[in-house]
């Protein structure tokens, strides 16, 4: 008798693989987190190598002790989590906070929902939010950039926190940018203090591309969340521009443009459909803007994301592909 | 500007057309023949041989069964052997006619000469007459008898034929094969078969991985055209390579812009499919007074001994045609019967090929083996890949928890099987072997509901 494979249709399978897939974000990620250590030298290092080791460790012993499962780390998404971690924390943050905030990201808000592709919540955001909430005084310790052999660390407000504490004060916005001397050319290629992967908005702009050009993701969400921010800042800006920042100063400071290339288009928290991910996108950029402008928090973008997540299992019953051959 | 592709969905797998070079090779012929008698959609045939009964090929041996059905003839001149059950490619019982082979005789009013014959016969009844005489069933993998699909019920007109020589599945090059060495039959077939729908315009779709053929079958269709008649309105339209391309409600979208309603037929849209291998089919029985009793079967793979396609007497065992083909590597660890997407794996390798075999293809384990299934991470690209626009993660999820009614909400039963969506996951999970059997139930529910009204 011959000896053959007998299984269903089809044969083939194609080489996309969730580990791939993984893998091409933490490319995508690569020159954000290079631009990070070159700005803030070796304490971005530290952040970074806590917070990866730390996601892939507590999924490793969670899995392995816990579930009593075969280990998942080899999919490498716990290691995307810590990068992203890392990326959305001040370098200054102490080892052992970067420690509880892998926790509660992988711990808490991956794990204890099942892992992988179970999660409602973004695990990273989670952990940032959690962090934001936790321990402010670390979370809002940002540092002005000194460069990978800088000596003296400069700490101080971000451009958000600095506008959001000298409107309280009653300064104006056009006053606030001159006395700050802020410009967007510095914006755009060397930030003026914030996470570690706000750094640069060309290198976050970079990997997104990656990502777009490999078809890891599609860049509607991203896209929507860009044009509502621009959109409603503008019309706010446009009515008032001493109390409202300008579209442009809002798409390239704070985490933005990383939550907005990086963290919303997360599979798993996102909306399946295109149409669910616009609007998605849109209840994203409006949302930030509101807390920017109207809230306590100088930042809203992790909120944002966050009250998004938990919208998208609505989203996924709102809106559907369309299917051929029928109305 | 005339569309090039379908409008939904769709993979892009690598064609891996290794053997489109293998000239089609007529193989010797086996000891003995197996010609099953259920080797159509609709009902078996009736044999109307007994053992011991001489044959000569082309003869009949088995009559319809129904009206969905078609004539069965002997592929060789021999002895009957028996007239019971094989086991076919999955092992399981079909009713079939086995018959030594002895010398090649053919019967009386065979056309063997390679002559080509043009004109077109008037009386479009008499066409269909000779295509369901010829025992002419679909061959682009249904197996529909031809003539059932050429007899629109009353009130439905044909605007448009297509031919289908898409050939979407990788690796499969025998409709490629028959388009640059049988091109002047297949326009021929194309004529007669617009003919009894009542000359409608009528294109051969081929996709672009395939521009010899194109342009081969461009020039046949414009020395042709003076001829008139339905001629003069056959066209070669290239397509842009997508799988699945050739599913027949994917073609007609790509072709005439038009999607098929879910529960209708390509009538309901105008559109009547048939296979490039059907085309040439419906010419020899037509022209030649041949029946179906021989195909080209692709024998490839990266690990096959060579690439061929081979001209294969109906009932061939499998193993004879590999045989032929250089035989089985030890390194092979599944053939597949068809192409790779939409292919069956064979369990008998004594199986005989049937009228719609169009391929062998032979995979190594490391070719063929599925990853391990990990979690869905919700990327949304099985549903990309949908071609009939379905939500395979929703299906799968829907379908493991046994929930029929959101199941059939969610069409499933329009799904087509084509794999587009298990071909994609990069978490590896089954979806269409679920989907597959949430299908057939959920089919089955609409059909007993249909019955009780």
Redesign the interface.
Known sequence: MDKLIVSPSPHLHSSCSTKGLMRDVLIALAPAVAVSIVFYGWRALLVLGVSVASCVLLEYLIVKYLLRKSTTVGDLSAAVTGVLLALNLPVTTPWWVVFLGALFAVGVAKMTFGGLGQNVFNPAIAGRVFLLISFPSYMTHWEAPQGLFGVDAVSGATPLGAIKEGLMQGASVPDLMAQHGWTYGQMLFSNIGGSAGEACAIAILLGFLYLVVRRVIKPWITLSILATVALVSLLFWGIDPARFTDPLFNLLTGGLLLGACFMATDYVTSPMSTAGGVVYGIGIGFITLMIRYFGSYPEGMSFAILIMNAAVPLLNIWFHQKKFGRA | MARRTFS?GG?H?DDAKLSRNAAIEAIPLPSAVYISLAQHIGAPAKAVVAPGDKVKAGQVIAEPGGFVSAFIHSSVSGTVKSVGVCKDLSGKAAPCVEITVEGDEWVEGVDLTPDLVTDIPADGKAILEKIRLGGVVGLGGATFPTHVKLSPPPGKTCEMLIINGCECE?YLTSDERTMLEKGEQVVVGTALLSHVLGDPHAVIAVEDNKPEAIAHLRGIVERLRPLGGPYAGIEVRSLMKKYPEGGE?QLI?AVMGR????G?LPIDAGAVVQNICTALAVYEAVQKNKPLVENSVTVTGKGAARQANLLVRVGTPLRHVIDCAGG?PDSI????SGG????????N?DAPTLKGTGGL?L?T?A??R??AE????????C?DA??????P?LLNRLARADRNDELEAA?VQ?CI?C?CC???????I?L??II?VAKARVLGIIKARAAAK
């Open positions: 939904i993979i797998p990788p409600k979208d999607q098929v309603k879910s209708q089985l660890a599944k053939v597949v790779p997407m939409m292919g069956k794996a064979v369990v390798l293809l995979l384990e070719e063929t599925r990853g990990g979690s869905c991470i919700r990327c949304g690209k549903a949908c071609p009939m626009g379905l939500e993660f069409s329009d099987q794999g298990l071909y994609t996951c990069p978490a590896n089954p269409l072997d597959a």
